[in-house]
């Protein structure tokens, strides 16, 4: 989380048509949860789109790359290579290891699946995790690791360069421009981010 070592996410696959909103969501997570850049492949180019949009609206830093070669990303990483997929180790049991890589100075790469997985990330992956063994979003497992990865701190995280800024109410919208307009009750464009 910027000032740790690297936290980098892949999404690996995607499907246009049919992954789209999945895939903008994961790098959307990363972003929002601590990561510290996510990577795409190459038929994921419309959700790297849409998260630079974002990063550039509310803030970052944060990094979104494309790539031809989404295993390579995978079989050229320096640190613990973390695989996400319902079939892992309980995250429970390994987040301590998880964070004592990240203390040592090694950095993270968490895979996150779009279609089914082939065999070999599964045997480069350090740790193939689950959120459960059970059947349910990858953002949600990411949103649940990132979490446990960084007990919470990742919430209280200070965005840099924001066009906007969305101010907490317990009731209703605000969005707060750096020019003093302001959106409220979801009147502008900050709610194409929901």
Do not use: C
């Amino acid at each position: 989380m910027n000032d740790e070592p690297e936290v980098a996410v892949l999404r690996l696959g995607h499907r246009p048509g049919r992954d789209d909103r999945m895939t903008t969501h994961v790098g959307l997570t990363a972003r929002a949860l601590g990561a510290d850049r996510v990577v795409f492949g190459p038929k994921a180019s419309g959700s790297a789109d849409t998260v630079r949009d974002i990063t550039d609206r509310f803030g970052g830093p944060f990094g979104v790359e494309v790539t031809d070669a989404p295993k390579a990303t995978i079989s050229e990483w320096t640190g613990p290579v973390v695989h996400l997929t319902m079939y892992g180790l309980p995250i429970q049991n390994v987040q301590g290891d998880l964070r004592a890589s990240l203390e040592a100075g090694e950095p993270v790469l968490f895979v996150v699946g779009a279609e089914k997985v082939s065999f070999d990330v599964y045997e480069r992956a350090d740790y193939n995790v689950a959120v459960t063994n059970q059947p349910h979003s990858e953002v949600a497992s990411l949103a649940v690791t990132l979490d446990r990865l960084f007990d919470g701190a990742e919430l209280d995280r200070e965005w840099v360069g924001a066009d906007r800024e969305v101010i907490p109410m317990e009731t209703g919208k605000r969005v707060v421009e750096p020019d003093g307009a302001e959106s409220v009750d979801g009147a502008g464009s900050a709610d194409r981010a929901e």
